[in-house]
């Protein structure tokens, strides 16, 4: 069964204090490994696609990686419009779905 | 670009009646879309799997008869949650797959706050 785990569960941090973001999984055979964004009352923001170990995206103060059994996002000086939840998913090869993790609600006080 | 509204964005009705929630792709086709139900501080939960042209795949647990799915075209997909109750408040969000995407990513639509009296 394909399982995806995010930690921590909760992370505060102050403005410009950067940090991380863990997503493991573990999928037969992944087709990509997905990173989105969730504020609350919302839909989940679509941020990034990994598709193999050692890929790496940015996207202004995120930047997010890829192993063979896990992600991180991470996160650069963030500013308090950083604050939200960030779910990371998988996808497998020849499947439909995603396998969703739980979230890391990220508050960032200034 | 990917853009995915869905309507309404919140809805109350009494228990007994029936509420659809539409979902649309704006700016692609979308052969297959997703339901899923988000209860507060967790994470989605699948409900099922819409292809266009086809019946829904509903997840294990999921009451087909409860939840009809319908998707008529390739930019429209829409969920009646019939004979409501309670229980049936929710935050139901609806997805949408770009087949020319590499990797398949699905786009959120804002979501739609159910709540049952």
């Known amino acids: 069964e394909d399982q995806v785990t995010q930690s921590p569960e909760a992370l505060r941090l102050q403005e410009g204090e950067s940090s991380s973001l863990n997503c493991s999984y573990t999928?037969?055979?992944?087709?990509?490994l997905f990173w989105y964004r969730q504020d609350p009352g919302k839909g989940p923001e679509f941020l990034f696609t990994?598709?193999?170990a050692g890929e790496e995206k940015e996207k202004e103060r995120l930047k997010a990686t890829l192993t063979k059994k896990e992600s991180f996002l991470h996160i650069t000086a963030p500013k308090p419009e950083d604050s939200a939840t960030y779910l990371c998913?998988?996808?497998?090869?020849?499947?439909?779905?995603?396998?969703f993790g739980t979230g890391t609600q990220l508050k960032v006080e200034l | 670009g990917a853009v995915v509204s869905q309507h309404p964005s919140w809805v109350i009705c009494k228990s007994g009646t029936s509420v659809k929630i539409e979902c649309r792709s704006l700016?692609?086709?979308?052969?297959?879309m997703f339901w899923y139900r988000q209860f507060p501080k967790q994470s989605l939960m699948l409900m099922a799997t819409?292809?266009?042209?086809?019946?829904?795949?509903?997840e294990q647990g999921v009451e087909k008869d409860k939840f009809l799915i319908n998707h008529a075209s390739l930019t429209l997909s829409t969920l009646t949650v019939t004979s409501a109750h309670p229980e049936d408040s929710s935050f139901y969000i609806c997805?949408?797959?770009?087949?020319?995407?590499?990797?398949?990513?699905?786009?959120f639509g804002p979501g739609t706050r159910l709540t049952v009296t």
């Open positions: 997805s949408a797959r770009d087949l020319r995407d590499r990797g398949h990513e699905q786009y």
């Open positions: 999928v037969s055979g992944l087709r990509g």
């Open positions: 990994l598709y193999s």
């Open positions: 998913a998988a996808g497998r090869e020849g499947g439909n779905k995603l396998t």
């Open positions: 700016d692609f086709q979308a052969t297959t």
């Open positions: 819409s292809n266009e042209g086809s019946k829904a795949t509903y």
